[in-house]
């Protein structure tokens, strides 16, 4: 499944996913054989822009993908060695929430208006744990309280906590029962920068004391900085350079990578100019052959638009998808420089 040969260590793991939505303007290709790997307690930083995947891939982890119109056409998804598409739905209701919880963008999409936030913390402790209700609740007051909220403001609703304290209540919720997976889609997007560098640091913390492994769904490459362990980018549903942060960071092969990280903005050199990757991503009802990149890239050849390129490896954990590298020149021989 993986090029990790041993698996149990493995937290979770997806093979060749193929996920589609079909609706009346035709078929939307979200997945197209995604290949993607945890392993325990480690965090994946799950990189790439709007529409390629992202949450697509979170959701179809918890067998969330809305169907209709959404459709699993192939694949594999293991859950701590267990295979979830095996499961009865009523199994997969005890699973999330319990093995695998998913934190949202917006908290105002996971919590509900009109219940006090301990009431909907409790509810999940009481509906996975052999607790009382009355266990539940001293028990939500106190993931409250570990996500920096006091306890006492428990019965309080969401519209009186601002919006980091509610995406707080959001992350009290998701790990009241400690996980062994947490998905975290954009979790501190919605957030001011201040508030999002509190958040980030809190779930740092939360993942060690829970020894969560973590899926981190973003955008932002200084997010993956500061909290994964290991990248994987994501274009056109297909994970196209995969390795451990220093590997994906410092030995950037995937062109498509490389125009990420040439987006930023370089706070040392403020004259020079920020370098957007030219170009749209495809509409995943059509997408391009060969190399879904190929449009946009500066370094395409004639192979590019005819056929989709394999994994070559760079080392045992770090491979490219694209037909600049083949066995040779990917370790030493850098064919793109930064
Ligand atoms: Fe560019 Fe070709 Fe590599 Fe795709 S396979 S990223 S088009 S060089």
């Known amino acids: 499944m993986s090029n990790v040969s ?28 995604l290949d993607l790997y945890i392993e325990k307690g480690k965090t994946l930083g799950l990189v790439g822009e709007t529409g390629a995947g992202k ?3 979170g959701l179809s982890v918890l ?7 959404g459709v699993i056409v192939d694949g594999a998804i293991k859950l701590n060695g267990e295979t979830i598409f095996d499961k009865t739905d009523k199994e997969m209701e005890s699973i999330r929430g319990k093995a695998v919880s998913m934190i949202f963008q917006d908290p105002m999409t996971s919590l509900n208006p009109v219940f006090t936030v301990e009431d909907q913390i409790a509810e999940v402790i009481e509906r996975h744990e ?10 939500a007051r106190e993931m409250l309280e ?4 006091p306890g006492t403001r428990g019965g309080e609703y969401p519209h009186q906590f601002s919006g980091g304290m509610k995406q707080r209540v959001v992350i009290a919720i998701a790990l009241a029962c400690s996980p062994s997976v947490l998905i975290a889609d954009e979790p501190t997007t919605a957030l001011d920068v201040t508030i999002q560098a509190q958040v980030l640091e809190m779930m740092k913390g939360l993942r060690e004391k829970y020894d969560t492994s973590m899926l981190m769904i973003t955008h932002d490459l200084g997010i993956v900085a500061e909290i994964c362990d290991s990248v994987s980018v ?20 995937h062109p ?14 403020r004259q020079s100019r920020l370098k957007p990757i030219q170009g749209l991503m495809p509409d995943p009802r059509d997408l391009p052959t060969g190399c879904p990149f190929h449009p946009r890239c500066d370094y395409a050849k004639d ?17 490219v998808e694209c037909h600049l590298y083949n066995s040779e020149n990917i370790v030493e021989g850098k064919v793109i420089n930064r």
């Open 6 to 33: 041993d698996n149990r260590r493995m937290a979770l793991e997806i093979e060749n996913l193929v996920v589609e939505y079909r609706t009346h303007e035709g078929t939307v290709h979200a997945l197209n054989g």
């Open 234 to 253: 994501i274009y056109a549903g297909r994970v196209i350079e995969h390795g451990d942060l220093e590997d994906v960071f410092d030995n950037t092969r």
């Open 303 to 319: 192979i590019c638009s005819k056929e989709r390129p394999p994994k070559t490896y760079r080392n045992e954990r770090h491979y």
């Open 130 to 139: 052999q607790l009382t209700k009355e266990e539940s609740y001293v028990k």
């Open 146 to 149: 570990l996500v920096g909220i």
């Open 63 to 69: 067998r969330l993908v809305p169907d209709p119109p």
């Open 55 to 57: 949450t697509t891939a």
């Open 256 to 269: 498509y990578t490389e125009g990420l990280f040439n987006s930023l903005p370089n706070l040392q050199d």
